[in-house]
């Protein structure tokens, strides 16, 4: 069966500018993760979505990021005022309950110039 | 605080010299230990999930293994295409949804 997509694979944008990154989980999975990957550090977490629950937005790290998931499956995460801390791969996972092995899309990766 | 530290950063085999990545953590209340390969440019692949104390998982030449503090992940007789990251990640109890993960080990196998 089809795995977890992202799209694009690639961003280059400029900095101030807004991006808007997807995410399509596996068929039926009910949670959806947002993770920022740095050159050299560890997966950090963004944001969790289980279901029709209410979003763990923990992890934004500032108001500039949000993400939103419509009808339970394809995920949206959009950067605004773009940083060029902000350059990193966002990668997506989702799983078939919140406590279980996540699958993880390729990514994508976000240069900000 | 929580945490996951993995080692080595990087480590170099030659093919067929087995060896050991090591994952160890600071959780409250373990819910699960995952390990992960990640190839360049792709996103991590799901390896072995690992619950308690005393389990151990086996795939292939990996071999994943979990004590109260600690996982490792034995690689034997490793093969060129074995090189890639190795994450570890744990989830902590609570809500089910705060994963933490490593920065990885990059594994190098030399034919």
């Known amino acids: 069966g089809a795995g977890v997509s992202q799209s694009p694979s690639n961003k280059v944008t400029e900095k101030g500018k807004d991006v808007e990154l997807r995410c399509d989980p596996i068929?039926?999975?009910?949670?959806l993760y947002w993770y920022r990957q740095s050159l050299g550090q560890g997966l950090e977490f963004l944001i969790y979505?289980?279901?029709?629950?209410?979003?763990?937005k923990s992890g934004l790290p500032s108001d500039r990021f949000s993400a939103e998931r419509t009808g339970g499956s394809v995920s949206t995460l959009t950067i605004q005022r773009t940083q060029q801390e902000d350059s990193a791969v966002y990668l997506c996972?989702?799983?078939?309950?919140?406590?279980?092995?996540?699958?993880f899309g390729p990514g994508t990766r976000l240069t900000v110039l | 605080e929580d945490q996951v530290t993995q080692s080595p950063e990087a480590l170099r085999l030659q093919e067929g010299e087995s060896s050991s990545l090591n994952c160890s953590y600071t959780?409250?209340?373990?819910?699960?230990l995952f390990w992960y390969r990640q190839d360049p440019g792709k996103g991590p692949e799901f390896l072995f999930t690992?619950?308690?104390a005393g389990e151990e998982k086996e795939k292939e030449r990996l071999k994943a293994t979990l004590t109260k503090k600690e996982s490792f992940l034995h690689i034997t007789a490793p093969k060129p295409e074995d090189s890639a990251t190795y994450l570890c990640?744990?989830?902590?109890?609570?809500?089910?949804?705060?994963?933490?993960f490593g920065t990885g080990t990059s594994l190098t196998v030399i034919p």
């Open positions: 959780v409250s209340g373990l819910r699960g």
């Open positions: 690992l619950y308690s």
């Open positions: 979505f289980q279901g029709n629950s209410a979003p763990d």
């Open positions: 996972a989702s799983s078939s309950v919140a406590a279980d092995t996540q699958y």
């Open positions: 068929s039926g999975h009910t949670a």
């Open positions: 990640a744990v989830q902590a109890g609570g809500t089910g949804n705060q994963f933490y």
